[in-house]
């Protein structure tokens, strides 16, 4: 019999009125893009301080960290946990990964720098540059590795110095740091590979009427997705390849 891959959780963001209403919250959305038959993924609120034991941490097969509205390079105590957790996780080689916040937060643990985005903050669709020299063929990309990439941007702060040992696996017009990894057990991306159309266009509707951006800023985050889409399929592949140690057959 094979034995139940078990993956955690680690949601950095309350669920929204909408995420409840429409996914019955976060974890469903994680586990319905990263999650296949069979599997065992229990979600951790970090952000209100849930945490697992660390005795339980070696019985995961893999961790995912999501994105948040919080800083990464803020010394609450939630966040200095999670630093710790992430730093005892890279001890052992789990696989870890990072999205957005998360992206940033295993950047510090590393002893890389993050911040504010030194040319502002993005909401929308994007486009990030694959840096083919960094991907072997036959890795979790896939033999066919991609020029660029469509993703769902919705970040303010980026990693500014990238830790030692770790290759850029894209970069974009506006951030240098769009993708990384770190041996082969981190994985990080500053978009949302989990993030659809439906909930880009709530949030830009929900921060434009808390007053944090301005009509045109979500006019032209909406107008992004008028005509395409993000490569969702394409996205949760890689990562997918990534949490589960799949290589490619094509």
Request: aromatic share 10%; charged share 30%.
């Amino acid at each position: 019999m094979v034995e139940q891959k078990k993956f955690a959780l680690f949601l950095a963001t309350p669920d929204s009125e909408f995420v409840k209403k429409e996914y019955g919250g976060y974890h469903n959305v994680f586990v319905s893009t990263f999650g296949d038959e069979g599997e065992h993924w229990d979600s951790f609120r970090v952000v209100e301080g849930e945490f697992p034991d660390e005795k339980d941490l070696d019985k995961y097969d893999g961790f995912v960290i999501s994105g948040s509205s919080h800083d990464s390079f803020e010394n609450d105590e939630w966040i200095l946990k999670l630093c710790e957790i992430v730093k005892k996780l890279d001890e052992m080689k789990k696989k870890i990964l990072g999205i957005c916040f998360g992206h940033q937060i295993i950047a510090r643990v590393r002893g890389g720098t993050v911040g504010r985005a030194r040319k502002g903050p993005e909401l929308k669709l994007a486009d990030i540059t694959i840096v083919k020299d960094a991907i072997k063929p036959g890795s979790f990309f896939g033999n066919e590795i991609p020029d660029s990439i469509a993703i769902i941007k919705l970040h303010q702060d980026e990693v500014l110095v990238l830790p030692e040992s770790a290759k850029v696996l894209a970069y974009s017009e506006k951030y240098e740091v769009e993708m990384f990894s770190i041996e082969d057990h981190l994985f990080c991306i500053q978009g949302h590979p989990e993030y659809n159309k439906e909930i880009l266009y709530e949030i830009v509707d929900r921060v434009l009427g808390l007053g944090y951006i301005k009509q045109d800023f979500a006019d032209a985050a909406k107008a992004s997705m008028e005509n395409r889409g993000a490569d969702r399929k394409l996205l949760e592949t890689i990562c997918k390849n990534f949490l589960k140690g799949r290589v490619p057959a094509n």
